[in-house]
């Protein structure tokens, strides 16, 4: 089993910044990749970045890719979501997830091959 929890949402303007976190507890962290869902109201669970265990290589939906990072710590069992230039479609409730290391990376994308999730952080960027 692994915990995940969750910090760092808030209420922010547009353009500015936030950093997410998700600390793990429970089994090996640096067995599981890594990755950062969110969820609008009326929407689904969508994607936003994974990363690899070693944290050597990561991902992102079309829609942050140059404005989000994705790291991890894996000596402190977190990850990170560093948000920039936040705009006001980015409010969501964010979700990190973990999952093993036996799939391709389009199958990290999809929510269904995660195995553990936090309870989510809630974003919201204001115009």
């Known amino acids: 089993q692994v915990q995940l929890v969750e910090s760092g949402g808030g209420l922010v303007q547009a353009g500015t910044s936030l950093r997410l976190s998700c600390t793990a507890s429970?089994?090996?962290?640096?067995?599981?990749?890594m990755g950062w869902f969110r969820q609008a109201p009326g929407k689904e669970r969508e994607f936003v970045a994974h990363?690899?265990?070693?944290?050597?290589?990561?991902y992102y939906a079309d829609s942050v890719k140059g404005r989000f990072a994705i790291s991890r710590d894996n000596a402190k069992n977190t990850v990170y979501l560093q948000m920039n230039s936040l705009k006001p479609e980015d409010t969501a409730v964010y979700y990190c997830?973990?999952?093993?290391?036996?799939?391709?990376?389009?199958?990290?994308?999809?929510?269904?091959?995660?195995?553990?999730w936090g309870q989510g952080t809630r974003v919201t960027v204001s115009s």
């Open positions: 429970g089994r090996t962290f640096t067995s599981y990749v």
């Open positions: 997830g973990a999952t093993r290391p036996y799939y391709s990376s389009s199958d990290y994308a999809r929510a269904e091959f995660y195995d553990y």
């Open positions: 990363v690899t265990w070693t944290g050597g290589s990561s």
